[in-house]
């Protein structure tokens, strides 16, 4: 599937509306390939996204779905944190969300996938069992899933993986670790990571962190990956649902910086007032903070809102997701021949 795509670009699925069936369909028709974003999402509306690309495209493209979490939540500590962020509420005059326990429609959203035969199922947030693949596999899906480690990657080729997405930490959102786990994250950056999985796992790879040019394409494929996925890179794509508020946000200098303050994962953003205030604070608690902060995050402050970002965010650049996609593949090609030109 990959080695087919005649630009190696992926676009990554990105949840909260930023991943269109527009933007998905432009990448997938430019030669790359597009993703929605399940996340969020009822199942209902990703049958009717699923059904938007079909009538855009008739060339592959995937969809992402989030693994439900099952790591142990610590109640006070989440009891603590919704006292803390009563003064944000204050603050935007609204409420605070219920700190709830769900799936996010695991069971319907598989069925959709399934039903519709989707080209490309990936997950993130963990590993689906070897039945659940199998399944989607029969339905002639190619199964993707996203890895942190070495240890995930060897989980996931024995479960059935088609294919890998290795994620280093240098990537915007959140970060894709099956184990929602308290303590230090892994913090091991995209190349060393490639390298890492690449001695652990024989499966085709695609690489995403921090990408942002042609140069960048072509690094990891060198570095041994079938393809390159980008998300920041596409947010200023005018197909994309980006807020004009994150917009404005992600082409400015600004640091960014991993964190658990908006839901409970750690995922990283632009650092703004909320996350300098709350990051120390938050509970691993996922999606429980997230449905907490949800009506903060929407009150339309910058200084309150997840404005999730690569560590290259301020490389992106407002264009048409085609152009981009056909900008980072001949880019790709012409880094590949530079560099074979000078140690010929």
């Known amino acids: 599937m990959l080695d087919e795509l005649r630009h190696p670009v992926v676009q990554a699925p990105m949840a909260g509306g930023m991943s269109t069936p527009e933007l998905a369909a432009a990448v997938s028709n430019a030669g790359g390939l597009g993703f929605l974003a399940a996340g969020y999402l009822i199942p209902r509306d990703v049958r009717e996204q699923v059904h938007a690309v079909r009538r855009l495209t008739d060339q592959p493209f995937g969809v992402n779905i989030f693994v439900p979490d099952t790591s142990t939540v610590d109640g006070p500590a989440l009891a603590r944190y919704r006292d803390r962020l009563t003064v944000e509420a204050q603050r935007y005059g609204v409420e605070l969300g219920d700190a709830v326990d769900e799936d996010d429609g695991w069971i319907g959203k598989l069925a959709v996938v399934r039903e519709e035969r989707v080209p490309v199922v990936s997950f993130t947030f963990g590993c689906p069992d070897s039945f659940v693949m199998a399944e989607l596999k029969e339905a002639g899906c190619t199964v993707v899933v996203t ?187 012409a880094a590949i021949a530079e560099a074979a030109r000078r140690f010929s």
């Open 147 to 333: 890895v942190t480690s070495a240890t995930e990657a060897s989980k996931a080729v024995a479960a059935g993986a088609d294919a890998l997405c290795v994620q280093g930490s240098e990537a915007g959102a959140h970060r894709g670790t099956f184990q929602n786990n308290a303590g230090p994250l892994d913090d091991t950056s995209l190349l060393p990571l490639l390298r890492k999985v690449i001695a652990a796992v024989d499966a085709p790879l695609i690489a995403t962190g921090g990408l942002s040019c042609g140069a960048d394409v072509a690094a990891v494929l060198v570095a041994g990956a079938r393809a390159a996925q980008l998300g920041t890179m596409f947010l200023l794509c005018p197909e994309a649902g980006t807020s004009q508020v994150h917009r404005d946000a992600l082409v400015r200098e600004g640091r960014t910086a991993v964190t658990r303050a908006f839901t409970g994962r750690p995922a990283r953003a632009l650092v703004n007032r909320f996350v300098t205030k709350h990051s120390a604070a938050a509970p691993t608690a996922y999606p429980h903070v997230h449905h907490l902060t949800r009506m903060l995050r929407g009150a339309g402050d910058p200084e309150a809102m997840s404005l999730w970002a690569g560590q290259a965010h301020e490389f992106a650049r407002e264009m048409p997701a085609a152009e981009l996609v056909t900008t980072l593949g001949d880019g790709a090609r």
